[in-house]
C-alpha cells in the first residue's frame, strides 16, 4: 500500500542576505501550497503530507523553484516519517494543540 508520509524540509538559501535569503523560502511555500498536499508552516521549517512519491516529487519541484527564485546553492534538511501499515498525518501529532 502507499500510505501518507510526513516530511519536514527546511530550505537554507546559501551565501545570500537575508532579505533575499527570505525571498527563495518564500518561493519555497509557495511551490509547497500549490502542490494542494496538506502542509504546516512552522518557524525552522514546514511540515508536507501526501504520498511518497507526491512529497519526493515536490521535494524536486522546490529546488526547481528556488533556483528559478534565484538560488544558486542551497542546503536542504529533512526528515521523514513513513509507514509501511498505516497513512503518517499531521493532524495525529499537531491537531490537539489547535
Known amino acids: ?50 504520498s511518497y512519491e507526491q512529497v519526493m516529487k515536490l521535494v524536486d519541484d522546490i529546488q526547481t523553484a ?7 546553492s542551497l542546503l536542504i534538511n529533512m526528515k521523514l516519517q513513513r509507514s509501511f501499515v498505516k497513512d503518517i498525518a499531521i493532524d495525529d501529532k499537531i491537531g490537539k494543540y489547535k
Open 1 to 50: 500500500m502507499n500510505h501518507n508520509v510526513n516530511l519536514a524540509i527546511q530550505v537554507l538559501p546559501v551565501h545570500l542576505p537575508q532579505p533575499e535569503a527570505y525571498a527563495i523560502v518564500d518561493a519555497a511555500i509557495d511551490c509547497i501550497k500549490a502542490s494542494g498536499l496538506q502542509y504546516v508552516v512552522c518557524p525552522f521549517e514546514t511540515v508536507i503530507e501526501g
Open 66 to 72: 528556488c533556483n528559478g527564485a534565484g538560488a544558486q
